[in-house]
């Protein structure tokens, strides 16, 4: 005789206050999930602030070292460079949260 999925009792119960409805979650299986989402995910999240913060201060930095002048920018030119900039993180940024 074999067991069905409604056959198989749960080791533990999650619900919400005020209502009939639970759902059976694994604590060892919800463990290891959560660890192995901790392990693939946290460090591409460390990367990609840490990129964004490099590319926050280096647009600063490129100017004062005379990125207008070697790449022969105007004023506004530097202004839609840094708008572009800073509207695509935003929209990139925007998954991440």
Avoid: C
Avoid at 34 to 51: A, G, T
Avoid at 74 to 88: C, E, K, L, N, R
């Amino acid at each position: 005789m074999s067991l069905g999925a409604e056959d198989v009792k749960p080791k533990a119960f999650h619900a919400e206050e005020g209502t009939r409805e639970s759902i059976a979650v694994d604590p060892v299986a919800e463990k290891k999930l959560v660890r192995k989402i901790d392990l693939h995910l946290m460090p591409s999240v460390f990367i990609l602030y840490l990129f964004s913060y490099v590319d926050r201060s280096n647009l600063g930095l490129a100017k004062v070292a005379g990125m207008e002048e070697d790449l022969e920018l105007t004023s506004d030119q530097y202004y839609t460079a840094v708008i572009m900039w800073v509207i695509g993180y935003t929209i990139a940024a925007v998954p991440s949260k």
